[in-house]
Each structure stands twice: as structure tokens, then as C-alpha cells.
């Protein structure tokens, strides 16, 4: 009798998954996808307008998956605005060990959003069998004017296809408050935001409350994000030292953007 297997299916199946994080009894930040052929993606950030761009790194995964079955990588580009529509869908088929750059001021569009990045492989070697799912988590640089690129590392799972390519969250949500502190201090800069999208299929509200040095609250904003959009929260005070986020999702982590006088930085928190 496999145990290990048994204790498995009893207590990581998606009913006791839902139990687990909706009353915070050892939960876990994702789901695992309910297709065994799913393909994950993060929910990635874009913006493209006068100032700034955005570049994608496009780069066969099964070539580092699966190195001894060389195949194609069909991969499957969904880009929504701020307010969550769809505004251009693409694929694009990379070689065995093939790398792209996707560069969204080519793409005909402006603004910002976030995208998905879902890839198929032709052979998956009974991937899920032990457990594990295809995902894309790859590198995203940003770039103001004619700076550099500043590169960042994917954020989450948020979400895959299903068998009817239907896109389905696996974000982890609560019946209570969750809290997350990003592990760094904002008094470096009076200009920063906060980045946060929702990859879940409902609405959610998040709030961010600001401290200064003295743990006093100081500043406190709150916005109810509809499904797969958006939200830019804009802080001007030199004085935040640090913020706290709070929302249903029991992994909360936000994108933070910081201006300074000749150069910005972009990073999870």
C-alpha cells in the first residue's frame, strides 16, 4: 500500500485544497491544474506607451524540460488591457533550443495590462504522472525611453488551459484577510507604485496601508480589481517606510515600481 500516494490524494485533491485555504488550515498559494496536459503561465506585466516598453523572453522550455526529445514549442501569446479585455492573441512556434524577444512596442498597442504565456509541447514525457505541469515564469524587461533594459523574474503559477482551452485560475483564495509584507523599505523615493492584477476569476478588493519609520499609519489606499485586470496604485510621499497588503489571496505579492531621478527599478516585493 502506497501511503505517501493515499495521504496525496486525501489531502491535496482540490475539495480539501478548497478547505484547507479557504479556513487557513495549511494552505497553499496554487492549486494544481485539474488537466493533466495543462500548461501554466504568471500573469505578466506590460507597458507600452511614449516612455516606456516592454520585452518578453521567448525561449523553448522543452529543450530544458525534456533536453533528449528534441521538439517544437508552440507557444500562445493572450494580452489583456488594464480593465481585463482581450486585445490581441498570437503564437508563435519556437525550434528545439530556440530563443526569441518579443518586443510589445512591435505590437501595435499602448498602455498597460498584463499576459499570459502558455506553451505546448507536441511530447510531454508523462509529465504530470509525477506531478509536475509545463509553466512559464520566464524573464520580463522594461525599459524607460533609450535606458537600459531592467529585467524581472516571473511572479507566479496563476493560470493554465483547460482541455476546452478555456483559461482557468489556480490562484489560492481565503474567507479571511490575508496580509502580505513586502520585503522592502519605500523612504529611498518619493514616487513609487504598486502593481497588482488579478488572475483570479472573480473580483477581489486589496488595500495597502503605509508606515513611516515609527510604525504609524500614514497613507491607505483600496481597490476592488475585477478578473484578469490591472491596477496601478501611485504613492508621492518621501516618508512610507514600509506598506502592508491585504486581500483574500493568501499569496499576495505585487510588482514594485520605483522612480528615481535617472533610473527606475522594477521587482516583486
Known sequence: MNIPLIKNKLFRNKFSLLIRNSFNIKPVDTYYPDYDKAYVSDFFYWVSNNNFDTKF???????????????????????????????????????????????????????????FVFHEFSDLNNLSNYGSFVAERGYVG?????????????????????????????ISKSFFNQFYYPQVTFNDTDKFSIIINNPTETQTQFDIECYDNQKKSID??????????????????????????????????????????????????
Open 57 to 115: 523572453m521567448l525561449t523553448n522550455i522543452s529543450s530544458h524540460i525534456m533536453p533528449s526529445i528534441p521538439q517544437e514549442d508552440n507557444v500562445k501569446f493572450i494580452l489583456y488591457d488594464n480593465n481585463g479585455k482581450i486585445i490581441k492573441e498570437f503564437k508563435i512556434s519556437l525550434m528545439p533550443y530556440e530563443t526569441k524577444e518579443v518586443v510589445f512596442s512591435d505590437l501595435d498597442i499602448k498602455g498597460y495590462g498584463s499576459f
Open 142 to 170: 522594461y525599459k524607460k525611453n533609450d535606458g537600459v533594459w531592467n529585467f524581472m523574474h516571473g511572479n507566479y503559477n496563476a493560470c493554465y488551459l483547460d482541455s476546452n482551452n478555456k483559461i482557468k485560475s489556480i
Open 220 to 269: 491607505y489606499k483600496s481597490a476592488f480589481i475585477k478578473s484578469f485586470n490591472t491596477y496601478n496604485f501611485k504613492f508621492n510621499k518621501i516618508n512610507i517606510n514600509y506598506i502592508v497588503i491585504k486581500s483574500k489571496i493568501l499569496f499576495c505579492r505585487p510588482l514594485i515600481f520605483k522612480e528615481y531621478k535617472t533610473y527606475f527599478d522594477i521587482f516583486h516585493g
